[in-house]
């Protein structure tokens, strides 16, 4: 028999937890909490959840609850949802950094019932109508100081993250918000700015309409992501990424300057060097 699983935040995230949690049965209920009332409406309309109800009734009832809000929404409200859960209770987040959040509630009491933890799956899209089915399939997901928390309290979102067919990694906070600066981050802020950058140069719209090819449209489509959800992100894990800023800052002077130089040689023996990513990547 499935659990009773609480989700907070009815968006990409949280409601495409909510349809996979339900269709492989890991949950027999779900329940929903969002501020929105248009979101609340729009989420039982397209059967993510069963029900909706208030944060305190909702986490008082489950077996396990997902905070699947802006990680800034997350740093206020875990603390109050450790404060209502039992002592049976697991708590988990999915919000994109972690050493700001589980330094919060370091000292909690209830501590042991939350799982830090972080999967690397999404769409530029927001809101319940993006929610996907088999979002996280063959992605990865990462617990975080998982020491901290009680072993049965691991094991369920563990088993929450296999049953959407996830991989498992494990880590410290600060390790995870360093990579996430690095593999996640930066991406974002390097597509914002060149959406900006675009958009100031060419003044028609039109022309960036009927001239952008496949090339540009991928590098530049987590520009579409909600400024709600990452400026939050941005700001706290601000000190990762001023350095991976400065390095992605000072590899972008240099490639300015070979190609104002017109150093042939060099710029191919930079792009070769950057073509050893396809080895990791595959």
């Known amino acids: 028999m499935g659990i009773t699983l609480c989700v907070v935040g009815l968006g990409l995230i949280g409601g495409s937890l909510a349809i996979d949690l339900q269709r492989c049965a890991f949950a027999s209920r779900v329940i929903g909490v969002d501020n ?94 993006a929610a996907l089915k088999n979002l996280f399939q063959e992605k990865v997901s990462i617990i975080c100081d998982k020491e901290n928390s009680d072993e049965q309290a691991v094991d369920l979102v563990e088993r929450m993250y296999r049953a959407l067919y996830m991989d498992l990694l494990y880590m410290g906070a600060k390790e995870h918000d360093v990579h996430a600066a690095y593999v996640s981050h930066i991406s974002h802020i390097s597509s914002f700015v060149l959406a900006n950058t675009v958009l100031e140069k060419e003044k028609s719209t039109k022309a960036i309409f009927d001239l952008a090819s496949g090339g540009f449209q991928s590098t530049v489509r987590l520009a579409k992501s909600s400024p709600a959800m990452w400026t939050p992100i941005f700001l706290q894990n601000s000190a990762n990424l001023l350095e991976v800023l400065d390095t992605y800052i000072e590899q972008m002077q240099e490639f300015r300057d070979l190609i104002a130089d017109g150093d042939r040689e060099e710029l191919r023996k930079r792009m070769e060097e950057a073509n050893r990513i396809r080895k990791v990547l595959g």
């Open 36 to 129: 929105n009332v248009t979101h609340q409406e729009e989420a039982l309309k397209l059967g993510l959840v069963d029900e909706i109800m208030t944060l305190d009734e909702a986490v008082w009832l489950a077996d396990l609850v997902v905070l699947a809000i802006p990680v800034n929404a997350i740093i206020q409200t875990l603390p109050k949802v450790l404060d209502l859960v039992s002592k049976d209770t697991v708590v988990t987040d999915v919000g994109s950094t972690k050493f700001p959040i589980v330094d919060v509630i370091k000292s909690h009491p209830k501590r042991s019932r939350y799982v830090p933890s972080h999967p690397m799956a999404g769409t530029e899209y927001s809101g319940p109508s």
